[in-house]
């Protein structure tokens, strides 16, 4: 599994360390910026990892700013993401396994590098349970199409 991975400047303080975790499961990252001491918009580094995924770089996407909800608003804007915003172990459980969540954001501001990196191991690691839970992400996916359909047609 890849991991496309973006931050804004208020995200950057979790970046290298989540980094430097992913590299020492084993999961290859791609870093879609900021870089450090850069001051910047959460929507441009986001668009820039979501613009990677949808071209195949990464499977799933871990987006930080410094609360988690801008980044996770901006990728819920998009056609097939499930961002998640969570902030403790509990929620990044549930957000894979019943949610089926392939996109991850956290807050910089909010969490302390040890508790984002349990996140980020539960995230990675909880299966998608499917059955009852993929009827309802299957709704989630119709509201999508509509909406993309009534764009289409204004
Ligand atoms: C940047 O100051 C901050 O607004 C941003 O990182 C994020 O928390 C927005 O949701």
Redesign the pocket.
């Known amino acids: 599994m890849r991991i496309g991975v973006a931050s ?4 950057y303080n979790l970046k290298p360390g989540i980094l430097a975790f992913l590299e020492e499961q084993g999961v290859e990252a791609v870093d879609y910026g900021c870089g450090e001491g850069e001051r910047v918009d ?1 929507v441009d580094y986001a668009l820039k990892a979501l613009a990677g995924h949808a071209a195949g770089e990464c499977d799933r996407l871990l987006l930080i ?7 996770s ?1 901006v990728g819920n804007k998009h056609r097939g993401i499930r961002a998640a915003l969570c902030v403790d172990d509990y929620m990044a459980e549930m957000s894979r396994a019943h949610n089926n969540s392939n996109c991850l954001a956290l ?3 909010i969490l302390p590098l040890d508790e984002a990196l349990n996140i980020v191991k539960i995230w990675l690691n909880t299966e998608y349970e499917g059955g009852r839970h993929q009827e309802r992400l299957d709704k989630i996916a119709r509201i999508e199409e509509k909406n993309f359909k009534s764009l289409q047609e204004s």
């Not at 804004?8 to 995200?11: F, R």
């Not at 700013?65 to 980044?71: F, Q, V």
């Open positions: 804004d400047h208020a995200g959460y700013c410094g609360t988690g909800i801008g980044m608003m807050g910089g501001r």
